[in-house]
């Protein structure tokens, strides 16, 4: 016996057969002698309809009010689908945030989970009761209702599963698990079977969209083990998982690609101390991220130029900084790129062995491929390329590494 | 300065835009220095689509999963109008059932208010803050969520402003207030400045949709002055309120009249004590409430025919009880009808006044109405027509009580 979190998120509920759906694969836990605790989110659509509302009716709403409205999407799941359990024949019962309680800080709409009261629900779980708790929700300290951000029910799940003590923490979505890249892309794609918390963070904070960063940082930071699968078909999935668990360690185990890059150059900068601290102060006050960064060698002595990269939908208000500061910068000219695309490669077997690197930069080179920037870290090489080469470079990539399936 | 609660229900509250002008009538009260709690119910339509969700799911579901699905309605409506109320610089925020909390029972889906605890609310609204609450929903002794039925939202109301000690309970609904009949049948109905508890009770009683039965009893009880006026247009609506109030009483203030009546008549019945607990036994049994009765005058001291009248929607179900317990009773035949109606004439001056009756049974002889039972309360006289004298009879009697308006 087992005690097991189950997550589903608004796809999987989007309608009353796929909550049947759902209440069918949790009987299934159940029957198999484990205890249940499910986080579901809101019906596909239902946030978005609700967020529509509080946007109409406010340009800038309180946060708190927001959350009363946007938290009732997953309280109709729970419902729904506590009574779904029952017509099973299923012992099962609706938790919102507030009831368990989950207490999270107060930063409506964006609420960091501070600890989950596991008492009762624990006790009901010891009695064969499935709970059916709502994700992307809390309890402030304000006694108000929280919501977690976007994608937090993942957050929910694992934060959950850490104070239920689970032995796993099952997310189902709509994709089978984690592959080495995009199917999408590479037809040789091939699922992991398992993958260490560092490279799935790193696949994550690159924009593979299928686990929440957040939720990952907290699986990693408590040790749960978290199983991504299918909720449409009866897969096996991939297992994130504490590197001592795999045995057979690749030396990379993803490629991963993101278009939400833009470089931005600027051209014969003074070359003189403090030069990071006046291009990147404002850009930090105005709450952007730069990613990578390349400085130039100076031939003068004198001015040098600058290279970084930073989130597409930023670019226009980094331009904006950047002219409002041309004077204590000291550049002669800025130039901006949009089609631009970062590809990584991502593993933990880097750590132990040299020229995982070179493998890429030769592979790249192979196809013509030129590098913009560069910038690694310890399991994770990423470089800046031309939006055009973005297929080429990743199939490319995931040939070298040995990746493609058979 | 006074303490106000304002009701608005779905209709009030149907869109952005309504739920804007909800918003505009409370500043007013606000602005002209009142302190102000506004409950809603949910967007019309919103009910209606969650109770759907949950028949879809499941033809006998737990009814507080039920309440955690439906409850959300509200929770939306009063995160909306609270943002709406600050975009016009008014402070103000929303409370759920289980926020303030208002204490029911655990008769989930048709739950009792049992008190609330006004502490905090109270607080805020002598601060300025105007308190928008959540109607039709509580928190029961469970730690749930429960809903006090449909229409609940009244009731909330009226219990809130008793709990706050409100001086006036305004329900702000789509009629204007409350006629002496039916507008839609009598053009010369009149709108009511005043009318008594015990009339409004009946009048709600009959059929009235203005105002929910519970409610109008627990404004008696806790002698809550009650409001009911337009959403739409700014008119003075009508005072529910206590006797000693209105100055100037009518005999009858109102005639109702409800279409939801069936006729039953048992001929021959066999004429012998006991005979109707042997009838009415089983219908209360199954829950059927029978309202009007009559026992004709046996000819022979041997048998008597029993009429009575009950709901239309459960006439098949009592035609099978009768039928089940056809040999207990012993009658001969069955004889059904459903092209009936009930018309009431009401009014507390009837206490005090003879000869109310035989205004109403000359002015529908006068037209050739045949009287089929009749039936008689302290401040109620009620008949049961054909169905198709209906409009006749109720403009006759509203012409024969004087109510016509100039």
């Given at each position: 016996m087992?005690?097991?979190?189950?997550?589903?998120?608004g796809?999987?509920?989007?309608?009353?057969?796929?909550?049947?759906?759902?209440a069918?694969?949790?009987?299934?836990?159940?029957?198999?002698?484990?205890?249940?605790?499910?986080?579901?989110?809101?019906?596909?659509?239902e946030?978005?309809?609700?967020?529509?509302?509080?946007?109409?009716?406010?340009?800038?709403?309180?946060?708190?009010?927001?959350?009363?409205?946007?938290?009732?999407?997953?309280?109709?799941?729970?419902?729904?689908?506590?009574?779904?359990l029952?017509?099973?024949?299923?012992?099962a019962?609706?938790?919102?945030?507030?009831?368990?309680?989950?207490?999270?800080?107060?930063?409506?709409?964006?609420?960091?989970?501070?600890?989950?009261?596991?008492?009762?629900?624990?006790?009901?779980?010891?009695?064969?009761?499935v709970?059916?708790?709502?994700?992307?929700?809390?309890?402030?300290?304000?006694?108000?209702?929280?919501?977690?951000?976007?994608?937090?029910?993942?957050?929910?799940?694992?934060?959950?599963?850490?104070?239920?003590?689970?032995?796993?923490?099952?997310?189902?979505?709509?994709?089978?698990?984690?592959?080495?890249?995009?199917?999408?892309?590479?037809?040789?794609?091939?699922?992991?079977?398992?993958?260490?918390?560092?490279?799935?963070?790193?696949?994550?904070?690159?924009?593979?969209?299928?686990?929440?960063?957040?939720?990952?940082?907290?699986?990693?930071?408590?040790?749960?083990?978290?199983?991504?699968?299918?909720?449409?078909?009866?897969?096996?999935g991939?297992?994130?998982?504490?590197?001592?668990?795999?045995?057979?360690?690749?030396?990379?185990?993803?490629?991963?690609?993101?278009?939400?890059?833009?470089?931005?150059?600027?051209?014969?900068?003074?070359?003189?101390?403090?030069?990071?601290?006046?291009?990147?102060?404002?850009?930090?006050?105005?709450?952007?991220?730069?990613?990578?960064?390349?400085?130039?060698?100076?031939?003068?002595?004198?001015?040098?130029?600058?290279?970084?990269?930073?989130?597409?939908?930023?670019?226009?208000?980094?331009?904006?900084?950047?002219?409002?500061?041309?004077?204590?910068?000291?550049?002669?000219?800025?130039?901006?790129?949009?089609?631009?695309?970062?590809?990584?490669?991502?593993?933990?077997?880097?750590?132990?062995?040299?020229?995982v690197?070179?493998?890429?930069?030769?592979?790249?080179?192979?196809?013509?491929?030129?590098?913009?920037?560069?910038?690694?870290?310890?399991i994770?090489?990423?470089?800046?390329?031309?939006?055009?080469?973005?297929?080429?470079?990743?199939?490319?990539?995931?040939?070298?590494?040995?990746?493609d399936?058979?």
């Amino acid at each position: 016996m087992a005690r097991i979190v189950m997550k589903f998120g608004g796809t999987s509920v989007g309608d009353i057969d796929r909550i049947r759906n759902v209440a069918r694969r949790v009987k299934a836990e159940v029957d198999a002698g484990n205890e249940v605790a499910v986080v579901v989110s809101a019906m596909s659509g239902e946030t978005n309809r609700l967020v529509g509302f509080c946007d109409a009716i406010a340009e800038l709403y309180d946060t708190r009010e927001y959350d009363a409205v946007v938290s009732t999407g997953e309280q109709v799941t729970v419902g729904l689908l506590a009574m779904a359990l029952q017509t099973l024949g299923v012992d099962a019962r609706s938790w919102t945030g507030w009831q368990i309680p989950i207490h999270t800080d107060d930063a409506h709409g964006k609420a960091r989970i501070l600890s989950i009261d596991t008492s009762v629900v624990s006790q009901r779980l010891a009695q064969g009761q499935v709970a059916v708790v709502a994700g992307f929700q809390g309890l402030g300290t304000d006694n108000r209702i929280t919501t977690l951000g976007r994608g937090g029910s993942d957050t929910s799940a694992v934060a959950l599963a850490a104070a239920l003590k689970a032995d796993r923490c099952d997310i189902y979505t709509d994709v089978d698990g984690v592959y080495t890249t995009d199917p999408r892309i590479v037809a040789k794609a091939r699922k992991l079977h398992r993958i260490t918390y560092e490279e799935m963070l790193e696949q994550a904070s690159l924009g593979a969209k299928v686990l929440q960063t957040r939720s990952v940082e907290m699986a990693m930071k408590h040790r749960v083990r978290v199983q991504v699968l299918s909720s449409f078909k009866d897969l096996p999935g991939t297992l994130v998982c504490d590197e001592d668990e795999i045995v057979e360690k690749e030396l990379v185990s993803g490629i991963a690609y993101s278009r939400d890059e833009a470089k931005v150059t600027l051209m014969a900068v003074a070359d003189r101390p403090g030069i990071a601290a006046r291009i990147f102060g404002p850009l930090a006050e105005g709450n952007i991220n730069v990613d990578m960064i390349v400085q130039n060698i100076s031939a003068d002595g004198q001015s040098t130029d600058v290279t970084f990269t930073l989130p597409r939908g930023d670019l226009a208000r980094a331009l904006k900084l950047l002219e409002d500061h041309r004077e204590s910068i000291n550049y002669q000219k800025v130039i901006a790129d949009k089609a631009v695309v970062k590809v990584s490669v991502i593993g933990v077997g880097m750590r132990s062995h040299a020229g995982v690197a070179q493998t890429m930069f030769a592979a790249l080179s192979e196809k013509g491929i030129n590098i913009q920037v560069i910038s690694t870290s310890e399991i994770k090489v990423s470089v800046l390329i031309a939006e055009e080469y973005m297929e080429l470079a990743v199939r490319a990539l995931h040939t070298a590494y040995g990746l493609d399936a058979a």
